[in-house]
């Protein structure tokens, strides 16, 4: 069999030298391949199965960063600041505000704890400053470490609304929002739009293997937490097989019931940051089609392959959404099919489509009013009850169009998944489509897979 095949460029995962690649097609499967003069072949199923990887292309116009902080003298991907190369500006800005952190998970993109001390408040003020110059209008994500280590967190969040951003988030284990309800409430007081929750299953043995210790009461008491002060939470399952990829079902189901606290869950398939001698196989990974499959499989149809869409915003091949709204009586229909015929669509421009997913995000994702009293938490909580009725389990109740309208504004609930690519998975065309970017201690902004990328000894190609 002949197989079809494209290039683009990688780079090698033990000297992190610049090669050519190439995406090679095999039936329904796309590997990426690449050999290093001095470290051989390197290969790995990045797309598995349908929808194909042809139909999910969106090719898009480009739209250059605002600011451009390198002239980019080494090429991609080695003096990122942005580039002018770039081809999309920022629609979420991460700012690390500690490295400090509450747990020691054997998976940990940001390889915390670390020694480093944390960023001054006044650091910090900068950091926004930079953030709205290369960012502008983009939303911010506080991430870590464990942001929520910082006493002065409700400080900086409320900094961060006063020089102008609207919707600020963090990126968070929940540990602390669980136990400390005067906390949370500094931070919705100060402005917070949004939790980030890492919430890897609804089993136990899930967090022993992946965290190292057993978190889902934990998890739980934090979404109770953000509930009481209608600050949205997000579901972030880290996606490993044969760990927690049964659960997906599962994940999705107590999601529901966690409507409205609750806006979506976004799945993460694990990414191979940090020292990994050898090159993971196939089985180490979820692709994003098996991940919508399972989606499908496991919700028993309740959510279709069908329902979701690529990203208008970063490249196709990084990412999944789609929204749905949860009815009274519980029924979930979609708010949107997404045909897969990109016959007839034109190339969207890149800046149209940030523009859009800064919004869409900031709305989907942030707080709704009196989510504690309609999410019924002290019943359903996942923690206490098992509960095995499948995702559809509910009846349609009869609305009218304010019914409807007023529904809308408080229980849509998104479901999505974002592929990062780590030194065997990374490909130089997709990297520079990026718009989720980390700012470096020194104001430059770096797409989040090329600041956390490492070599398989561990050495970051940005990190410090
Ligand atoms: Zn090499």
Request: hydrophobic share 40%; glycine share 8%.
């Amino acid at each position: 069999m002949t197989a079809n095949r494209t290039r683009t460029e990688s780079l090698c995962p033990v000297c992190l030298k610049r090669l050519p690649a190439q995406r090679i097609f095999i039936g329904d499967d796309v590997h990426l391949v690449k050999t290093c003069a001095q470290h051989g072949e390197f290969r790995s199923r990045i797309w598995r199965g349908m929808p194909s990887f042809d139909q999910w292309q969106r090719p898009k116009t480009p739209a250059g960063p605002p600011v451009v902080s390198s002239q980019g003298e080494k090429g991609c991907p080695f003096d990122c600041g942005l580039c002018p190369d770039h081809r999309q500006r920022s629609c979420t800005v991460i700012i690390e505000i500690t490295q400090r952190c509450n747990l020691d998970c054997p998976v940990c993109y940001a390889s915390a704890p670390s020694q480093r001390p944390d960023p001054s408040v006044d650091v910090i003020a900068e950091l926004f400053r930079r953030a709205h110059d290369g960012g502008q209008g983009c939303n911010i994500q506080l991430s870590g470490g464990e942001p929520t280590l910082r006493d002065d967190l409700p400080a900086i969040v409320a900094l961060g609304r006063e020089l102008g951003f609207d919707f600020i988030q963090v990126n968070t284990n929940g540990l602390r929002l669980g136990r400390d309800r005067a906390f949370v409430k500094a931070l919705k007081q100060a402005g917070l739009a949004s939790v980030f929750l890492q919430f890897d299953g609804t089993e136990d043995d899930i967090y022993q293997y992946l965290r190292g210790r057993p978190l889902l009461q934990a998890k739980c008491a934090a979404i109770e937490a953000c509930a009481e002060q209608d600050i949205g939470v997000v579901l972030v399952p880290t996606l490993v097989p044969g760990v927690n990829t049964h659960d997906i079902g599962a994940i999705l189901k107590a999601a529901l019931d966690w409507v409205p606290v609750v806006r979506g869950v976004h799945f993460q398939p694990v990414s191979y940051f940090g020292r990994y001698p050898v090159t993971p196989d196939a089985a180490a990974r979820i692709t994003l089609p098996e991940v919508m499959r399972a989606i499908e499989d496991q919700s028993g149809g309740l959510f279709q392959t069908t329902h979701f869409g690529p990203p208008g915003c970063e490249n196709a091949l990084c990412s999944f959404h789609g929204r749905f709204l949860q009815l009274p009586g519980g029924q979930v229909i979609p708010m949107k099919s997404s045909p897969l015929d990109t016959c007839c669509v034109p190339p969207l421009k890149a800046h149209a489509g940030a523009t859009r997913a800064i919004s869409a995000v900031a709305r989907q994702w942030a707080g709704r009013k009196n989510t504690a009293a309609e999410t019924g938490l002290s019943g359903d909580c996942a923690c206490r009850t098992k509960k095995k009725a499948p995702c559809n389990a509910g009846t349609l109740v009869p609305m009218d169009l304010d019914a409807f309208i007023d529904r809308a504004r408080t229980h849509t609930f998104s479901i999505s998944a974002m592929a990062f690519q780590d030194a065997w998975t990374v490909a130089l065309d997709r990297v520079r489509d990026c718009c989720i970017h980390v700012m470096a201690p020194d104001g430059r902004l770096i797409p989040f897979c090329l600041y956390n990328l490492t070599a398989i000894d561990g050495r970051g190609l940005y990190r410090p």
